[in-house]
């Protein structure tokens, strides 16, 4: 599958800005870095729109926009959270008047496929829509979804999509469950120092994907394999070894691992045993330093390896134009995916 | 990619029964689920009549054997799921490829619900437990650990078309030959989220529902949940007990017309139905019964009556809403009537839309009012449509 | 009218509008401002909130959001009297 145009709204800037200059941040919260959205959306709609629907539809439209497409056969997206202000809102404004005096905005935007369908509905797009929302999965079942649909054939363009957000009150809970680092870090410097916790991140990214090359594609997009809740390290390294076999390669074809690291000593103690395991002597890059931890993260670093293979260009890195990326993340050891790209 | 899909097994928790044979029981007897509020506790129970699982969450999880403390829609799902499974009978289940897609749009809300109040107050208060599964997938998950499945799991939301999505979804893997056997299907609980919601929209009844009807006042909302094992061709041939149906069509189109509001003329449902009927190569004139959406609003109910009337011209079917017995159950909604519509190809059912009294003026049909067996129910054509212009139709045929 | 119109606008959301540049018997739905079902949802709860008056349904809007001077007619005629 080719990767048509990718866009991104995330704690970085953009990609060049990420190669020159990271932004960084000392807190334990990444907020993305957002544009002003009336540049590209209707500013009749975004009065209705949360933060989430902002950032996933505008990335949607920059995306279609790049891709020169105008109605897609397929809309997908993939979000763990859903829409967790307009959820807030409602939750709040109905406990504090005691389910008296409700509005229906906040209700209606609250529902998961909200940002799938005004998509939808922006570009009057009538083809299949789906939101799978499964933790850190959400992000891969989309994309297994549109790869499905376009080898069945039944689509030959597909958006596709991930998106999270940060709300304050979001952060206060999961800090609650002891996710995040306690003292201030900046987030350049979270593999630096083995301690626990990670720092929360949101963003948007989205894809167009197809089946034919258009000539000015990203990358390919070779592969997509998730496994659930692995019972050791060995079944870890077994299922990326079987990965890679059904994709008849070897560790020496791979030229760039991107690895899910986030910085908490626990969570990445599996990435350091698996490093040393299979990948020995290899270019390896983490990508949570930019975008933070969150279930569809991942959706970032297709965005980030969809760049490295257009620009020719990695992070922090010598190597130059690389021509097939592994990328491999856990989410909290209970959702593991790989994705396999290449240069077109 | 024209294997076929079978459905080797159901399983279903509603307003009208605990499992298959109840909720069977009570579509004969007429029975409707709707009554007053017994287990949510809201402000609203006096005036809004409600579709609830006749159990309170510590009888749940005593059927569902799980702790008591867990979301009611995860101690649903777990019982409609173990259920539809133990119907499969499949032997050798745990050496197949096998899958659990469960959609739900309120994920642990009831137990978040109750969270926030103390949350607010101060936020270091409040148990953290009530709070642990409130993601959609996290439901999803205490289930397929439940049935021990973990080569794909997965959660779809969609709002009121969300299980339809699952179904067709684990339909699809079986056909690419991604998974041997899926459950799928979906499940919702009662939140006082979801009914205040519903409330702003102002499309609930204060009386019990009447889709299709010309002087309908808007739905009831209702609670359950519903599961299909689907299964491969190959499974299929060693199942003891043959499968009566397949899913032979399935479409998904999007409205985009407003965010809760359906087109007049019901352009996503037109779409979804004609393209479902276009995948299981049949005409309108082979569909034996159409398994309404029928929630009972203004808007749904002439927009899908609309869109039936464009698409089947003049030889209608005979159609009823089973909503009128169970309430709307919203993401399990497609999961409880898939369960239904498989059921009327089994048995040759034909379901009564309840309490209807007077045809809409704009349609020139209107849906059965009284239950029938022994019908030649060949296909069966199944609507879910929900928010955000999510249209989803499934189509089951007999074997 | 000046109030109503200031609610209006915070109720909705309208951030880049201010009260003058509403008419009094500009249109408010379909043209005019362009609002929607749900903005008519949202104005029915103003009602309430600030005039404590309280729309059957959701049809009843229709006639009564018409414009901001109907709906100021409607409030004028039917606001509870204070005691």
New interface residues.
Partial sequence: MFIRSAASISPQASFSQLLAVPAAYTSNRLNCIEPDYAKILDPKLIRRMSHIIKMGVSAAMECLKEAGVENPDAIIAGTAYGCLADTESFLTKMVENKEELLTPTAFIQSTHNTVAAQIALMIKCHNYNNTFVHRGFSFENALLDAISLLQENEASTVLVGGVDEITNVSHEILSRFGLYKKDPVSNLEIFNSPSKGTIDGEGAAFFLLSKQASGKDYAKLDAVYTFFKPEGIDEVKMNIENFLLSQAINVSDIDLIIQGRNGDVRNDLIYSNIGQKLFPGKTIIDYKHLCGEYPTSSAFALWLAANILKTGKIPYQALENPKKILFYNHYQNIHHSLYLLSAC | ?SAPVFIAGTGIISAIGNNTAENLASLEQEKAGMGEMRFLN???RQRLPVAEVKHSNSELAEMAEMPAHVSRTALLSAIAAKEALADAAIENFHELRTGFISAN?VGGMDK??NF??E??SN??RGR?RS??HH????V??LVADKLAI??Y???????CSSSA?SIF?GA??I??NILDVVIAGGTDALA??TL???????ILDNKYCQPFDENRRGLNLGEGAGYVVLVSEKVAAKLAKKPACTLSGYC??????????SSPEG??SF?AMKGAMQKSNIKPADISYINLHGTGTQNNDIAEGTAIKLLFEKDFPPMSSTKSFTGHTLGASGGVEAVFSVLSIQHGLIYPNLRFQTQMKELPFAPETKFSKGNQVNHVLSNSF?????CSSLIFSKT | MHTLKEQIIRQLNLKDLKPEDIGDDQPLFVEGLGLDSIDALELIVLLQQEYQIKLASAEEGQSVFRSVRTMAQYITEHQPTKA
């Fill in positions: 990619m809201s402000i609203h749009t978040t619900e926030f109040p949350f607010l936020h270091a953290l709070v642990v993601e959609c997938g996290a999803t998950e973990k080569n799991v997965s959660t779809i939301s969609t709002a999505n979804c699809r893997l056909k690419q006082k989220f205040n919601g519903f409330n702003t929209l102002m998904n189109a999007n409205d985009a017309y407003h965010q809760t509001a352009t996503g779409l929900g928010f955000g212009g999510n």
